[in-house]
């Protein structure tokens, strides 16, 4: 992390679409909840094969061992603090230098009521009004992050902005697509 | 049987058993053999492909933002509680930063997106705002910075100058600005700074001011992220300014109706300026004609908009450019406006003088033949409408009879009431007879530096019932929407400029319905003006019929072939 500059905290979510796949993005919050970097993959599909073979397992190995990992890795913003509304993803920690946390109230939304007995091992830290899940020997890095992430407004709504932005660069492909370019080249042709 | 016979048979039995197994031995030996072989799977090896996903991104860059200094925190004002969120609770509808549909590259457009909604930084620590922006404000400020170029052209009093400068705060805050230009009519300016001191008041913010060599300093000032200059000091300054070293990251117009006119001296000036961004702020964006839409664009994208383009073509072009709301549309519990239409028959005295001055004036002009123009018709029309007001010869006026009669009932319920003329010598005229009702006068001759003072005895004063004011300073930038009653004393050219007018008390925070009279002489050229304009606002409903804005309120003035055609002449002639 640079010289005193406050740690910076990372949003990650995977957005599952039937037409288009598996699509991880990665946001990276500065002072204020600005942006500094976004990752996002290109949308991941699965074959018939990995469905028959990985069967209930695919969607935990496609988000812990495929996705959140080429993310990260991708990133070149030092990370304080990982949030993610996935429990999945905790798995990264294994490896990971900074904690993951898994914010309550947005993974509630696909998971169903979390409390201290669905994360055993996990203690809360609260983070812009929302509970904060992470992993009980990562708990005290946490908080001390936590703490200088006093500026961070809302602690969920961030994810809300990796979807829109995965829905716009999608919607890019798509363009792109039916104009037979790559999304790059798409783009130089119309700004030109 | 005996027993020797059984033997006997035993021996024969047991010779035919040992020959057929012989025999079956024989048969087999001759006998194809049948050979079953084990069996052995084969293994089919079924790669899983690894999946390897393909990851795009983009780092922002993280620009020297403009450091607000320490803002001290109103004592009074209480700590935002802190509450956990519960897993019940509803997610709120967020305002985001949309893209323009001309930024085209995704990393740009995702700039934009990945930007904190705007409810967060007015409701964050980070920033202290004095009240939360309505929803549609909100969209404004949304609007507004992610352009480079756009009119923002909502109806006067929805507070365009607020939704202007919180956008550039939020722009300066978080380094995309660094130096601002707000260029407004001189009246106004001390509007502006008023308006910042209370959205931005961290922002420091200078009106360019003062002899030659003390504004140059000024413009030159680095001290200063904001700068308002009035639209008469940027001819006088002009070799300053368009010096390319004095560089303005935004430049914003107010009232940018002004430049409507792409030939105008005021229009190359502004347009000269060295700048990224240009926003142009009008409650009135096209009043004659859709061309006028082409001045301003002149201002923020040349070349974008012909002179000519057809109406539809212009407002397909225009349309991501322009964000236009009117009061109807956004505010539900905005009081209403109710229009009176006081037609009025002109006193005996008036209408003799009245008669004789149209029969004399039409047959003079029509006695002109070539020389006619159209300020000798403009001149008549002039003559006219004053007569309507006032008789020259005796004083008697029609509708001060009826503003006194109506300013006794507003004066006895302690209401507070506009009066808006074209001519401050009519204003003249009224005064003796309005004094009982405490008036107080705004208007060109009164100098710059008293009108605030006016307006603050106006607000104050219970004895004060009525401010009489010309259009041409009164009609934009006040805030006196403590005022329930404005009089249209003698109709404007053009009805925007009526909108303005009446919109000073007709604005957010009226207290209740605003009551307007328009005063028109019946069957004069107050009238036959009044048709002109009411068939002309037709037209203008086209360039914003995606807006769904009022077409009232973008009708414009009369060209030279209507101000003929008031009087059966033909405009041919010239």
Same mark, same amino acid.
């Given at each position: 992390?640079?010289?005193?500059?406050?740690?910076?905290?990372?949003?990650?979510?995977?957005?599952?679409?039937?037409?288009?796949?598996?699509?991880?993005?990665?946001?990276?919050?500065?002072?204020?909840?600005?942006?500094?970097?976004?990752?996002?993959?290109?949308?991941?599909?699965?074959?018939?094969?990995?469905?028959?073979?990985?069967?209930?397992?695919?969607?935990?190995?496609?988000?812990?061992?495929?996705?959140?990992?080429?993310?990260?890795?991708?990133?070149?913003?030092?990370?304080?603090?990982?949030?993610?509304?996935?429990p999945?993803?905790f798995?990264?920690?294994?490896?990971?230098?900074?904690?993951?946390?898994l914010?309550?109230?947005?993974?509630?939304?696909?998971?169903?009521?979390i409390d201290a007995d669905t994360l055993p091992q996990c203690e809360t830290?609260?983070?812009?009004?929302?509970?904060?899940d992470v992993p009980m020997e990562?708990h005290?890095?946490?908080?001390?992050?936590?703490?200088?992430?006093?500026?961070?407004?809302?602690?969920?709504?961030?994810?809300?902005?990796?979807?829109?932005?995965?829905?716009?660069?999608?919607?890019?492909?798509?363009?792109?697509?039916?104009?037979?370019?790559?999304?790059?080249?798409?783009?130089?042709?119309?700004?030109? | 049987?005996?027993?020797?016979?059984?033997?006997?048979?035993?021996?024969? &039995?047991?010779?035919?058993?040992?020959?057929?197994?012989?025999?079956?031995?024989?048969?087999?030996?001759?006998?194809?053999?049948?050979?079953?072989?084990?069996?052995?799977?084969?293994?089919?090896?079924?790669?899983?492909?690894?999946?390897?996903?393909?990851?795009?991104?983009?780092?922002?860059?993280?620009?020297?933002?403009?450091?607000?200094?320490?803002?001290?925190?109103?004592? &009074?004002?209480?700590?935002?509680?802190?509450?956990?969120?519960?897993?019940?609770?509803?997610?709120?509808?967020?305002?985001?930063?949309?893209?323009?549909?001309?930024?085209?590259? !995704?990393?740009?457009?995702?700039?934009?997106?990945?930007?904190?909604?705007?409810? !967060?930084?007015?409701?964050?620590?980070?920033?202290?705002?004095?009240?939360?922006?309505?929803?549609?404000?909100?969209?404004?400020?949304?609007?507004?910075?992610?352009?480079?170029?756009?009119?923002?052209?909502?109806?006067?009093? !929805?507070?365009?100058?607020?939704?202007?400068?919180?956008?550039?705060?939020?722009?300066?805050?978080?380094?995309?600005?660094?130096?601002? !230009?707000?260029?407004?009519?001189?009246?106004?300016?001390?509007?502006?700074?008023?308006?910042?001191?209370?959205?931005?008041?961290?922002?420091?913010?200078?009106?360019?001011?003062?002899?030659?060599?003390?504004? $140059?300093?000024?413009?030159?000032?680095?001290?200063?992220?904001?700068?308002?200059?009035?639209?008469?000091?940027?001819?006088?300054?002009?070799?300053?300014?368009?010096?390319?070293? /004095?560089?303005?990251?935004?430049?914003?117009?107010?009232?940018?109706?002004? /430049?409507?006119?792409?030939?105008?001296?005021?229009?190359?000036?502004?347009?000269?300026?060295?700048?990224?961004?240009?926003?142009?702020?009008?409650?009135?964006?096209?009043?004659?004609?859709?061309?006028?839409?082409?001045?301003?664009?002149?201002?923020?994208?040349?070349?974008?908009?012909?002179?000519?383009?057809?109406?539809? $073509?212009?407002?397909?072009?225009?349309?991501?450019?322009?964000?236009?709301?009117?009061?109807?549309?956004?505010?539900?519990?905005?009081?209403?406006?109710?229009?009176?239409?006081?037609?009025?028959?002109?006193?005996?005295?008036?209408?003799?003088?009245?008669? $004789?001055?149209?029969?004399?004036?039409?047959?003079?002009?029509?006695?002109?033949?070539?020389?006619?123009?159209?300020?000798?018709?403009?001149?008549?029309?002039?003559?006219?409408?004053?007569?309507?007001?006032?008789?020259?010869?005796?004083?008697?006026?029609?509708?001060?009879?009826?503003?006194?009669?109506?300013?006794?009932?507003?004066?006895?319920?302690?209401?507070?009431?506009?009066?808006?003329?074209?001519?401050?010598?009519?204003?003249?005229?009224?005064?003796?007879?309005?004094?009982?009702?405490?008036?107080?006068?705004?208007?060109?001759?009164?100098?710059?530096?008293?009108?605030?003072?006016?307006?603050?005895?106006?607000?104050?004063?219970?004895?004060?019932? /009525?401010?009489?004011?010309?259009?041409?300073?009164?009609?934009?930038?006040?805030?006196?929407?403590?005022?329930?009653?404005?009089?249209?004393?003698?109709?404007?050219?053009?009805?925007?400029?009526?909108?303005?007018?009446?919109?000073?008390?007709?604005?957010?925070?009226?207290?209740?319905?605003?009551?307007?009279?328009?005063?028109?002489?019946?069957?004069?050229?107050?009238?036959?003006?009044?048709?002109?304009?009411?068939?002309?606002?037709?037209?203008?409903?086209?360039?914003?019929?995606?807006?769904?804005?009022?077409?009232?309120?973008?009708?414009?003035?009369?060209?030279?072939?209507?101000?003929?055609?008031?009087?059966?002449?033909?405009?041919?002639?010239?």
């Amino acid at each position: 992390m640079a010289q005193g500059r406050p740690a910076a905290i990372a949003y990650l979510t995977i957005v599952q679409d039937d037409r288009t796949g598996w699509t991880g993005g990665l946001l990276v919050l500065g002072v204020g909840g600005r942006p500094l970097e976004f990752q996002c993959t290109l949308p991941v599909r699965p074959s018939r094969t990995h469905e028959i073979l990985f069967g209930s397992s695919l969607r935990g190995h496609l988000i812990s061992e495929i996705i959140a990992p080429v993310l990260v890795e991708k990133c070149r913003t030092p990370i304080g603090l990982l949030c993610c509304d996935q429990p999945e993803v905790f798995r990264l920690g294994d490896t990971s230098v900074f904690p993951i946390g898994l914010v309550r109230q947005a993974a509630q939304v696909e998971e169903g009521p979390i409390d201290a007995d669905t994360l055993p091992q996990c203690e809360t830290v609260e983070l812009a009004g929302s509970l904060i899940d992470v992993p009980m020997e990562r708990h005290e890095g946490a908080l001390s992050i936590v703490n200088e992430l006093a500026d961070i407004p809302d602690a969920i709504e961030p994810f809300e902005r990796i979807r829109e932005a995965i829905r716009e660069a999608q919607a890019q492909i798509a363009a792109a697509a039916s104009a037979n370019m790559t999304p790059q080249r798409f783009s130089q042709s119309r700004a030109a | 049987m005996s027993p020797l016979a059984t033997a006997s048979i035993n021996q024969d &039995v047991s010779i035919d058993v040992l020959s057929w197994i012989d025999n079956e031995r024989a048969r087999i030996a001759d006998s194809p053999q049948l050979r079953v072989d084990a069996i052995k799977p084969r293994v089919l090896p079924i790669a899983i492909k690894p999946i390897r996903p393909k990851v795009t991104g983009f780092q922002f860059p993280e620009a020297a933002a403009w450091q607000p200094a320490e803002v001290k925190k109103d004592p &009074v004002r209480p700590e935002k509680p802190k509450t956990v969120k519960s897993a019940l609770s509803t997610p709120t509808k967020h305002h985001r930063i949309k893209p323009p549909s001309d930024v085209i590259k !995704l990393e740009d457009r995702l700039f934009y997106l990945l930007q904190p909604p705007l409810e !967060l930084l007015v409701r964050g620590d980070q920033l202290d705002f004095p009240f939360e922006p309505f929803p549609y404000q909100f969209d404004g400020i949304a609007f507004l910075f992610s352009r480079h170029s756009a009119i923002l052209a909502d109806e006067m009093g !929805l507070g365009k100058t607020m939704q202007c400068v919180s956008t550039i705060r939020l722009l300066l805050c978080s380094g995309q600005l660094r130096s601002v !230009l707000l260029v407004c009519p001189k009246p106004l300016v001390s509007n502006w700074l008023r308006e910042f001191s209370v959205w931005a008041p961290e922002i420091p913010i200078t009106d360019i001011s003062g002899n030659a060599a003390k504004r $140059e300093l000024t413009w030159r000032s680095r001290e200063f992220p904001v700068k308002v200059a009035n639209y008469e000091l940027l001819m006088r300054d002009r070799e300053i300014i368009v010096d390319e070293s /004095i560089h303005f990251d935004l430049v914003a117009l107010d009232e940018a109706q002004r /430049i409507k006119n792409r030939s105008s001296t005021t229009a190359e000036v502004v347009c000269s300026i060295p700048r990224t961004r240009s926003w142009a702020l009008t409650g009135t964006p096209v009043e004659n004609s859709p061309d006028d839409l082409v001045g301003i664009f002149e201002f923020l994208s040349p070349g974008y908009l012909q002179p000519g383009l057809p109406l539809n $073509e212009m407002a397909s072009r225009s349309q991501d450019h322009i964000l236009r709301r009117t009061k109807d549309m956004v505010l539900d519990n905005m009081p209403p406006k109710l229009y009176r239409d006081a037609d009025l028959d002109l006193t005996p005295e008036q209408w003799e003088t009245y008669t $004789e001055a149209e029969e004399s004036g039409v047959v003079r002009l029509s006695d002109m033949g070539e020389e006619l123009t159209i300020q000798h018709v403009f001149e008549l029309v002039l003559r006219l409408k004053q007569i309507c007001n006032f008789d020259p010869v005796t004083g008697s006026s029609v509708k001060l009879q009826r503003l006194v009669a109506d300013m006794e009932e507003i004066a006895a319920s302690g209401k507070k009431a506009i009066l808006f003329s074209q001519w401050v010598n009519c204003i003249d005229k009224m005064r003796p007879e309005l004094e009982r009702f405490g008036p107080l006068e705004y208007h060109g001759r009164i100098p710059h530096k008293q009108r605030e003072g006016v307006i603050d005895q106006f607000k104050n004063d219970p004895d004060s019932h /009525i401010i009489l004011m010309s259009y041409g300073a009164g009609s934009v930038g006040l805030n006196l929407q403590f005022c329930e009653y404005v009089f249209l004393f003698d109709r404007w050219w053009n009805p925007a400029i009526e909108d303005q007018a009446i919109n000073r008390a007709h604005r957010i925070g009226a207290a209740g319905a605003v009551t307007i009279t328009r005063m028109m002489a019946a069957n004069t050229i107050e009238q036959r003006i009044a048709d002109v304009l009411n068939q002309k606002r037709e037209m203008f409903d086209a360039l914003f019929a995606n807006q769904d804005s009022n077409p009232v309120n973008q009708s414009g003035g009369l060209t030279k072939e209507e101000i003929f055609g008031l009087f059966g002449l033909n405009a041919a002639k010239k």
